[in-house]
């Protein structure tokens, strides 16, 4: 996106020049630290565009209906019912419970399922096991306040059946694990951030956990961070086959951030989660879902109405979506 680096160039100002100089004198972030060296080939736009079911794939503004005030969650059908479950994670003083899930369609004890023992800050309801039933991955957080935003992130799953959650936590799974891209590290973040969908068409989703950069200079890296797309199965998610997504690999590029000299990246998520937001759709068609991630532009929650950048990983490729290829709102 050669119109941004001109921006920021023109741009002139003491902290453009200042992120310049420091990405350098700081010790540059480098191919051979995170894996992400090369460009990925362009994607090839269907003959008839892309279309735009982003409008509606994309991750809603608002939190679910029925949350308290110290929840969040997120919702999914795990009892088959064609209905959402809601899904909830406690936040701020009950951050420490574990989450449950409330069941469309049930009533009393059986309404309410709880997470125990797994202390999750965030999740993703998709069809791991390709049963048909929507499954839970879960994103379990650290031993306590103070660890879960340091703890490397741990991903679990629990599977849904008629009955809501009828098997789990299984397969956890973390950058340590076999087959997956780097390694566990404090902040890494992995999978605060996720998104779901099926890639390639076999009836099971794939997962894509965002993923921070490592530490450089004893600095938490923020806004700085990638995707490792993780295929699923009977036992959960699994690191054979994971593949390692940076934006710069589908023509992102770095830009300031507004009123902060650290350098930013169009990435899929900051180290508060409120960079970007990853999702997946079928946008051009073919009946397997593409990568998307939507940028956060700054601090405030403004949201791009459309996808800055994203991949379509059909086939078992990496092809780029950079937002040149992608129609805008006009
Ligand atoms: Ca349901
Ligand atoms: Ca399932
Ligand atoms: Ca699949
Ligand atoms: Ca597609």
């Not at 100002?13 to 630290?33: E, H, K, Q, R, Y």
């Not at 054979?240 to 930013?264: I, N, Q, R, T, W």
């Amino acid at each position: 996106m050669p119109l941004r680096r001109r921006t920021l160039i023109a741009a002139g100002s003491a902290s453009a020049a200042l992120l310049v100089l420091c990405t350098f004198c700081n010790g540059p972030i480098d191919a051979a630290s995170t894996g992400c060296g090369a460009a990925a080939p362009a994607a090839s736009p269907p003959a008839g565009g892309y279309t735009r079911p982003w409008a509606a794939a994309a991750p809603a503004e608002e939190e679910p209906a029925g949350l308290g005030p110290e929840e969040e969650g997120v919702t999914g059908d795990l009892n088959g019912d064609g209905e959402d479950d809601l899904v909830v994670f406690p936040v701020m003083e009950d951050m420490m419970d574990p989450g449950e899930v409330r069941l469309s369609g049930a009533e009393g004890e059986e309404a309410v399922q709880s997470l125990n023992p797994v202390i999750a800050d965030s999740g993703v309801v998709a069809d791991i096991d390709g049963d048909g039933y929507g499954d839970l991955v879960a994103n379990r957080t650290g031993p306590s306040v103070e660890d879960s935003g340091r703890e490397p992130g741990r991903l679990t799953v629990f599977f849904g059946g008629p009955g809501g959650l009828e098997r789990g936590p299984v397969g956890e799974l973390t950058l340590d694990s076999p087959g997956v891209p780097r390694d566990s590290a404090e902040g890494d973040r992995f999978g605060r951030v996720l998104a779901a969908g099926d890639v390639d068409g076999d009836g099971r989703d794939e997962v894509a956990a965002g993923v921070n950069r490592p530490v450089w200079e004893g600095r938490l890296p923020r806004g700085m961070g990638d995707l490792i797309l993780l295929h699923g199965g009977p036992e959960g998610l699994t690191g054979e086959g994971a593949v390692l997504l940076c934006p710069e690999s589908a023509g992102a590029v770095p830009f300031p951030e507004k009123g902060e000299s650290d350098p930013g990246l169009l990435g899929p998520l900051d180290y508060d989660s409120s960079r970007g937001l990853p999702f997946m759709a079928d946008v051009d068609g073919d009946g397997d879902d593409e990568l998307l991630v939507k940028a956060l532009l700054d601090r405030g929650r403004q949201r791009t109405g459309d996808p800055e950048w994203g991949f379509d990983l059909s086939g078992g490729g990496v092809a780029a979506l950079p937002s040149a290829a992608l129609p805008g709102d006009g």
